[in-house]
């Protein structure tokens, strides 16, 4: 077992380990005054995990009740969050109580937002239950709906009380669900970490994934700890997500997010050797890693319809586009680009 302590505007832990989920009654009793906890879920994790959850905290005298949701990002929008706003009002949950978000980082994001807003603001644990939740999204309090109009355009900071990551629940992962988070994995590797590359470079971790989950979860945790809100070095964590973000919108959002990085990755990798920021040899060194792990390189896209999409991006500030670019194996900078190079950069990306 691993405990990485967050100190963020609040003061979190996040324990990575095997049967951890048996332990959330106790970990809700030490964290929480009172004796209501809200379980939210989603349809294919509750069959797996919800009875193990409901046991544990009942098992520590909590009145439980549950809120499962259809599995899927479709479901990340305003209409599951008013419902689960009104569920919580209807189970009388009081602000000494908590929510617990058992699931992926579809679960953690929306559970997230309605702990901000339900009472101007109530506690809630952790259970993230996907590799992508684990390294990522559960760690860091960013918390999102998406709207009509684009992913994530509605949401806050806030952090957790704490952070459960069972390892045991990474098991019962499809193959691409797993991949998808290798992605991130991955950048993590490519930001800062030329010892955790080599590590992935070795083998598959999937039998035992604790050293590297943990070791991303410190490296998110030191990214969060100097920049909480994201206006700085926690833009690191964007890495191949600029272009990524295209990717996925050209595909209609039906290439998962953790492929859409990857590819993300390599283009913004090649636009790098291509301009003279990186050298040549850490494209083809990323594209092995990334195919080891069952993650695509490249894609079919043309260069002008990514440009377009990924202009349509939040992260644009007027004239210039915000990249995250590859500058050696393990290291990765900020870099500003005028918005009308940008289309160049995927081009000579891809042809790399
Ligand atoms: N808040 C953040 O900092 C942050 C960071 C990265 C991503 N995100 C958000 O996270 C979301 C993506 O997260 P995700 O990839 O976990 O997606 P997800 O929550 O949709 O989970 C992926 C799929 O795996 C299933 N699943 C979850 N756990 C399982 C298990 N243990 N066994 C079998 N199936 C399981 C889910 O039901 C779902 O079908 C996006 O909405 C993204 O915006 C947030
Ligand atoms: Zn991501």
């Not at 009388?92 to 603001?121: H, K, N, P, S, Y």
């Not at 600029?242 to 050209?250: L, V």
């Not at 990798?269 to 695509?296: I, M, N, S, W």
Request: one cysteine or more.
């Amino acid at each position: 077992m691993t405990t990485v302590t967050v100190k963020a505007s609040r003061t979190y832990d996040v324990t990575i380990g095997r049967g951890l989920l048996a332990q959330v009654g106790k970990e809700a009793a030490r964290l929480l005054k009172g004796r209501s906890a809200a379980v939210v879920t989603d349809s294919n994790v509750a069959p797996l995990y919800l009875d193990r959850v409901k046991d544990a905290l009942e098992g520590e005298g909590f009145r439980v009740c549950t809120f499962v949701f259809p599995a899927g990002e479709a479901s990340k929008n305003g209409a599951t969050y008013l419902n689960l706003l009104e569920f919580l009002a209807r189970e009388q949950i009081t602000r000494t109580d908590g929510l617990v978000a058992l699931g992926g980082g579809v679960v953690g994001d929306l559970t997230g937002f309605a702990a901000d807003t339900f009472l101007r603001g109530i506690g809630f644990l952790q259970l993230p239950t996907t590799l992508l939740a684990a390294v990522d999204a559960s760690v860091g309090g960013k918390t999102a709906i998406d709207l009509q109009g684009g992913k994530n355009l509605a949401g806050a900071f806030y952090q957790p009380l704490g952070v459960l990551c069972d390892l045991d629940t990474l098991d019962t992962l499809p193959p691409e669900t797993f991949a998808d988070g290798c992605a991130e994995v991955i950048k993590y590797g490519m930001i800062g970490g030329p010892d955790l590359l080599a590590k992935l470079e070795q083998g598959t971790f999937r039998q035992d994934p604790e050293e590297i989950v943990a070791r991303c979860i410190a490296m998110k945790r030191d990214l969060v700890e100097q920049d909480e809100f994201d206006t700085g070095a926690r833009q690191l964590l964007n890495l191949g997500h600029t272009i990524g973000h295209g990717i996925e919108a050209c595909s209609g959002y039906t290439l998962s997010h953790g492929k859409a990085v990857a590819i993300g990755m390599a283009l913004v990798t090649g636009g790098a050797a291509a301009f003279g920021l990186c050298p040549a040899e850490v494209l083809p060194r990323l594209k092995r890693l990334l195919q080891r792990y069952d993650l695509p390189v490249e894609t079919a896209y043309s260069s002008a319809e990514l440009y377009e999409k990924t202009l349509s991006d939040k992260k644009r500030t007027g004239d210039t586009i915000q990249l995250v670019v590859p500058t050696a194996w393990g290291r990765s900078v900020l870099h500003r680009v005028p918005v009308r190079q940008l289309e160049d950069w995927i081009t000579k990306g891809a042809a790399q």
